[in-house]
């Protein structure tokens, strides 16, 4: 099984702040990598497909890169409604999850 | 619009089997291009991929090697859902349950999710 580590189980930051979260994966997945934003009481929203990809409806301040092991997501001008749990997934090789990072108010 | 519905019971005694329904809208059960997932979350897991079927000419199921001796899945083409069962169930697997339709190598549509207390 290809296992995904985020280094970050949380971090503290403010409104306006730039914000990176990273992911690795335990073996090369090419760019099959996707990110979601997870909130309490509601369902996963997808954000960046194929590492890079913005989903429909996602605002541009959210952005991916990376390819192989080690890949990035970034916020810029972090908002009040970012304020979540935000997990990396390889679909490589079937699903992995990473462990999740949740971005806190600082 | 692609719309998933989850039904089931959310209080499992331990040992017994957990069963949850997806009823899926606006795609089909049986379309060639997706994939329907089941995943999990817990505080102490967070999110947690249990697994997935799909049709391609014929019937395809993947678990995770966690609880792959104690899932399946079945798809239901008449009622155009699919559905969970794990069995041997115990407080570890008390968690909200979640379907989604995988497409192109994403998850894109979720449901509501299901919290599943299993109780000792």
């Known amino acids: 099984d290809i296992q995904m580590t985020q280094s970050l189980s949380s971090l503290s930051a403010s409104v306006g702040d730039r914000v990176t979260i990273t992911c690795r994966a335990s073996q090369s997945i090419s760019t099959s990598l996707n990110w979601y934003q997870h909130k309490p009481g509601k369902a996963p929203k997808l954000l960046i497909y194929a590492a890079s990809r913005l989903q429909s409806g996602v605002p541009s301040r959210f952005s991916g890169s990376g390819s192989g092991t080690d890949f990035t997501l970034i916020i810029s001008n972090l908002q009040p409604e970012d304020f979540a749990t935000y997990y990396c997934?390889?679909?490589?090789?079937?699903?992995?999850f990473g462990q999740g990072t949740k971005v806190e108010i600082k | 619009q692609v719309q998933l519905q989850q039904s089931g019971p959310g209080l499992v005694k331990a040992s017994q089997t957990l069963s949850l329904t997806c009823a899926i809208s606006?795609?089909?059960?049986?379309?060639?291009?997706?994939?329907w997932n089941w995943i999990r979350q817990s505080p102490s897991r967070g999110l947690e991929w249990l697994g997935r079927?799909?049709?391609?000419?014929?019937?395809?199921?993947d678990y995770a090697v966690s609880v792959k001796s104690r899932i399946t899945f079945n798809p239901d083409t008449s009622k155009n859902q699919f559905s969970l069962q794990l069995s041997s169930v115990t407080p570890e697997d008390t968690a909200v349950y979640y379907c989604?339709?995988?497409?192109?190598?994403?998850?894109?549509?979720w449901g509501q999710g299901t919290l599943v207390t299993v109780s000792s």
């Open positions: 989604a339709r995988g497409y192109s190598g994403y998850d894109d549509y």
């Open positions: 606006g795609d089909s059960v049986s379309s060639n291009g997706a994939t």
């Open positions: 997934q390889q679909s490589y090789s079937t699903r992995t």
């Open positions: 079927t799909y049709y391609r000419s014929k019937w395809y199921s």
